[in-house]
């Protein structure tokens, strides 16, 4: 028998994916890790022995809908979904060729796109629910460097910002969160060896914020809200 | 003897005043209420007992200077402050007099530079602290009808962000919440007697929502966060 | 022999298009119009002899590449692009499906990415140049019937702030245009009867701003500007 | 007989303020220039002797209304405001006291105020008026060290979009220009001897950039537009 609510998280990785897994599923809810890469979740389900893995790959509709379909099959109906998803392509418009630049948006915006069209008849159906965006702080300014990551994170978060003003009123809650600064997993660690461990976000704590923002009360929900690391220069 | 932590409150009236009062104290916090009004402090005091009240016109930093060394000698020295002082000058240029714009100006912008030089210190010899401004959408947005606190309310939100910089190094949590729509409280409800009860903020759920950002770990801090209710129309 | 400077004018119809290629066809400059609908061409051309008319269709890296090759063939180096194209797919998520919100963005955003990779060489080889996008408010707001305009607006804008960033220092201006209104055209003004005059744009007067945009000197150059009409509600 | 148009610049010195006297002189406009030092003001008299000037204490309703009476007495209704006066009071909230932090809310915040609420009658009583406030990137960005010179800027920024929209629909004409960048003044240039000439924005530049805005045609009037240097790091 289905009793606990159910979180879907679409880009399960190694640090946000496995810290809101683990989060989520400790505060009760019933959660489903969604990743492209059978492997990525094969070390999830080990790291994580409650969560429910499913493959798919969010920049194909059909794809996504079965992902979905799987998931409620397994889990019921979905009342969060926290979307993860996110090709980091890095560069100035010298880096990166159109193929790229097209990846960037597919994965970011289009995969979000895609989600959020299917878990929509779900939520209405449950007379409300939540749906939270990892965003990056290229969402809010382009740098040189950036062409192709920030253009997909802004498309990313105008998205949201158009979902939130409409799915507010039918108590869909729709979060964007700005993310600035370097997560600690081991990948970024290595290529950082030298940082000191203040230098980083913890995964942990951005799931916690994450959290607390699902959770408000309907008379005060948050859209949009930052985090970076105490220390950080911005 | 000192064990609690010790929260101040400026600007405390009958909404998010009373409401930020009450969580903090839940949680476990010693709460000192400042306002100017000795009448409003003593509706505090008997709606929240176990408060600390002290008069303080923070437009003068002599009376804020006194007000929280009060508050130290009593309460000890201060972890967090809540700026929820604010004076609601509306109109347009033709309705605000120089007067007029100018008191805008000094409650919601030098009132939070006075309290922060003051508890600056503080926070420093203890090695943080936290410092969250109850802001409003006229901060991020000149509209018409608001020529006097839309002004005051973006200088008190860059303000807030210059010392978000400057001081998060110092581990001293900078926040600015960003307040969209009409807090349900006696006043408001009889100025809009035909609005339903979801148009309103509930000002206790803006207090968890401040509260939630107050806790965070120094890994993943929040500078900005907005809320409104869910049926709001932005 | 080729002694003007040559503008393209991406995405040229009967509203924007055809005022800028008068403007900077007035301003001595030969002018390039670019456009997927050979109807629109033949008539441009019949309103603007002086243009020069090209196919191209700009989600597409090669038929881009092929259109500018032959602008530069006919008329040199290219020293001014003002993108123009924009596909006005409109609606909440509920009224968009992928294919049309994939579409607003190959449109918008794509299509000025293969422009500009395409003129990069151009304009360095010669030392500078001007690139100047078409915006919209959307790119700055995303209203809830907005979903698909909006995400790809900002999309676009990101794109050129990181441009601006990392091709100034190189001597290329580029510069964006946000419009905040609705473009007086034959089909606006049929959808909307009963508008005064005032309530438009006039195309010619945005084609005025571009061209002061575009003559700025190097010490003060605009990235972002944005027009509307006096009267509007904004 | 008063045949040209006035033109008045608050905030005269040898940068922005000789700059926009000279460009709107040559312009064909009747230029008056305000300052408080009448140093300054025999200066500029010397560098621009077509000019009228004025000496005028912003921050005091009276002196300014006494100092707009004698341009109207001597060279008729003003058509057109250009507000330079700034102080630019720098530091972190480490570094000002009350006194400076109020001094530049004062001068940029206050005097603007001031300023329109003098010229606001003569605008309207000719149907239209142009006022253009000369600001900074501080009014969009609170950096460590701006405790105070930015949460002015903020404030004088949100005041004018407040009156853009109030005063749109009057024609009355209202831009705000962000510089961002180091103005080419003497005192800049012996402060930052090493500095190439193109790190500087050239004061003529922006001038021509403050013209431009104010000849717009109303269906397409900028409210918003940076300006800086090719080669500026941002």
């Given at each position: 028998m289905q009793t606990s609510k159910t979180c879907v998280v679409v880009g399960?990785?190694?640090?946000n994916g496995l810290s809101l897994g683990r989060k989520f599923t400790g505060e009760g809810y019933s959660v489903a890790l969604l990743a492209r890469n059978p492997k990525n979740l094969a070390n999830l389900k080990s790291d994580l022995p409650e969560a429910h893995t499913f493959e798919c790959d969010v920049t194909q509709l059909g794809s996504t809908q079965k992902a979905f379909d799987d998931v409620r099959q397994e889990?019921?109906?979905?009342d969060t979904l926290l979307y993860n998803a996110g090709?980091?392509?890095?560069?100035?418009i010298d880096d990166v060729d159109a193929e790229a630049f097209e990846q960037a948006w597919r994965t970011n915006t289009l995969g979000a796109f895609n989600c959020i069209k299917t878990v929509l008849p779900d939520m209405r159906s449950q007379g409300g629910g939540t749906i939270i965006i990892i965003g990056a702080t290229a969402a809010k300014r382009g740098g040189a460097r950036f062409a192709a990551f920030a253009s997909a994170k802004a498309a990313q978060y105008n998205l949201a910002q158009s979902l939130a003003r409409h799915l507010g009123p039918e108590k869909i809650h729709i979060a964007y969160i700005v993310i600035d600064g370097v997560i600690d997993i081991p990948r970024t660690r290595q290529r950082m060896?030298?940082?000191?461990?203040?230098?980083?976000?913890?995964p942990n704590d951005i799931a916690d914020a994450v959290y607390d923002v699902s959770q408000q009360a309907p008379s005060a929900w948050t859209f949009e809200f930052d985090v970076r690391p105490y220390c950080e220069t911005w």
């Amino acid at each position: 028998m289905q009793t606990s609510k159910t979180c879907v998280v679409v880009g399960a990785g190694p640090g946000n994916g496995l810290s809101l897994g683990r989060k989520f599923t400790g505060e009760g809810y019933s959660v489903a890790l969604l990743a492209r890469n059978p492997k990525n979740l094969a070390n999830l389900k080990s790291d994580l022995p409650e969560a429910h893995t499913f493959e798919c790959d969010v920049t194909q509709l059909g794809s996504t809908q079965k992902a979905f379909d799987d998931v409620r099959q397994e889990l019921g109906p979905i009342d969060t979904l926290l979307y993860n998803a996110g090709a980091g392509v890095f560069g100035s418009i010298d880096d990166v060729d159109a193929e790229a630049f097209e990846q960037a948006w597919r994965t970011n915006t289009l995969g979000a796109f895609n989600c959020i069209k299917t878990v929509l008849p779900d939520m209405r159906s449950q007379g409300g629910g939540t749906i939270i965006i990892i965003g990056a702080t290229a969402a809010k300014r382009g740098g040189a460097r950036f062409a192709a990551f920030a253009s997909a994170k802004a498309a990313q978060y105008n998205l949201a910002q158009s979902l939130a003003r409409h799915l507010g009123p039918e108590k869909i809650h729709i979060a964007y969160i700005v993310i600035d600064g370097v997560i600690d997993i081991p990948r970024t660690r290595q290529r950082m060896p030298d940082k000191p461990d203040e230098f980083f976000l913890d995964p942990n704590d951005i799931a916690d914020a994450v959290y607390d923002v699902s959770q408000q009360a309907p008379s005060a929900w948050t859209f949009e809200f930052d985090v970076r690391p105490y220390c950080e220069t911005w």
